[in-house]
């Protein structure tokens, strides 16, 4: 494939680059950036994290990352999906594996993955206050900043290497459930979801993260739909010799399809590995033991030695905010003996009382 400039950006003529064009399951497209994604049609949620205005998806994660490993060798991401996170990764860091075990999902990462290597981004791409793709050269955007209006190449300058398989505690092959039109959610099948699953099974071939002996590993990253304990487990030796910064996303009802708490995550690091803490996206030490923060799924557990000590705590996202209560005006008191004696007044009801 060729190099494409910044300037010859066309998302018409990419969709005829990919054998993904034939498949009516598929389709492309593109954030405010100009980051392109293939994915599945009709997929609402895809659109709604990836498309039209928004940046790279969960951009405060990769933020986090970059700002505490800006040097990093080699990335893990484990539940690569299509890509999107295994893309921004290879902006910065020398090395990015990217896991992903589903096959149709696969494709896609791949896919998106040679064509975003051979597309030059500059500006942005998307009108918000029109609605459209529209590219803007002199609007500069980005999601790292450097400075004032200033912003970190989306170049993909990395060796990205991609594996079509699981990961767990023991290697072997296991079932996932395919969800469709909701892919992000494909998951391995849990022993108590067996014989009674709606969804359609797919064998993927599972192996563990220690047994690819991978050197420089800064950053280890798991969002497995419940699966990250498992994960961790066969991860243990990279981990203890390695002492990555471990990003996973952790939601309560997802442990336990696989028998577990987040508790045994803090146990695992804390007790086990010993020399970590556990941060959320703003740099704040959170305790020793599972605290559940609104509209926060992923927690960072960071050997000390990096020694963060941030608390950025002002710094939010829409999920994490209450819903505003609504005042509730209290009635005027009324005194009885002067008040003028009214008729009541019928309640009007549309469809019943109309006339």
């Not at 010859?8 to 950036?33: A, C, G, V, Y």
């Not at 295994?86 to 589903?102: D, K, L």
């Not at 981990?239 to 990003?247: D, G, H, K, L, Y």
């Not at 740099?283 to 990096?306: H, Q, T």
Request: hydrophobic share 35%; charged share 25%; net charge neutral.
């Amino acid at each position: 494939m060729k190099k494409y400039l910044w300037n010859e950006w066309d998302i018409n003529h990419f969709r005829t680059l990919s054998p993904l064009q034939n498949d009516p399951t598929k389709e492309l497209i593109h954030n405010r950036m100009g980051r392109l994604y293939w994915v599945t049609a009709g997929d609402a949620l895809y659109v709604q994290r990836f498309a039209r205005e928004n940046g790279p998806y969960q951009g405060r994660n990769l933020k986090f990352l970059r700002k505490y490993k800006p040097n990093a060798r080699t990335i893990v991401d484990i539940g690569m999906n299509v890509a999107n996170n295994t893309m921004e990764y290879s902006t910065w860091a020398q090395t990015v594996h990217g896991f992903e075990p589903f096959p149709d999902t696969y494709r896609m990462a791949v896919a998106n993955i040679e064509l975003n290597q051979h597309v030059d981004l500059k500006g942005r791409y998307y009108d918000t206050k029109n609605i459209c793709t529209s590219h803007d050269p002199n609007h500069n955007d980005g999601w790292f900043k450097l400075g004032k209006d200033m912003f970190a190449s989306l170049e993909m300058t990395a060796t990205v290497i991609t594996h079509n398989e699981g990961l767990g505690d023991i290697p072997g092959v296991m079932e996932m459930e395919d969800h469709p039109n909701n892919a992000g959610h494909n998951c391995i099948l849990a022993e108590d979801r067996k014989g009674k699953t709606k969804y359609s099974l797919h064998q993927v071939t599972v192996n563990t993260l220690d047994s690819y002996n991978f050197d420089e590993v800064d950053i280890i990253k798991i969002d497995c739909e419940g699966y990250e304990f498992p994960i961790l487990k066969g991860a243990e030796n990279t981990i203890r010799t390695q002492r990555p910064i471990v990003q996973l996303e952790i939601v309560e009802a997802q442990c336990a399809r696989f028998n577990y708490t987040p508790d045994d995550l803090w146990d695992f690091f804390i007790n086990k590995i010993g020399n970590y803490g556990v941060y959320d996206f703003r740099g704040k030490r959170l305790p020793d033991n599972w605290l559940r923060i609104k509209g926060v799924m992923d927690r960072f557990f960071v050997p000390l030695e990096l020694a963060i000590n941030e608390d950025n705590s002002k710094i939010s996202h829409p999920g994490m905010k209450e819903p505003k209560e609504k005042k509730v005006k209290e009635p005027k008191p009324v005194n009885v003996t002067t008040a003028k004696k009214t008729k009541p007044t019928p309640m009007i009801i549309p469809g019943l009382n109309d006339c």
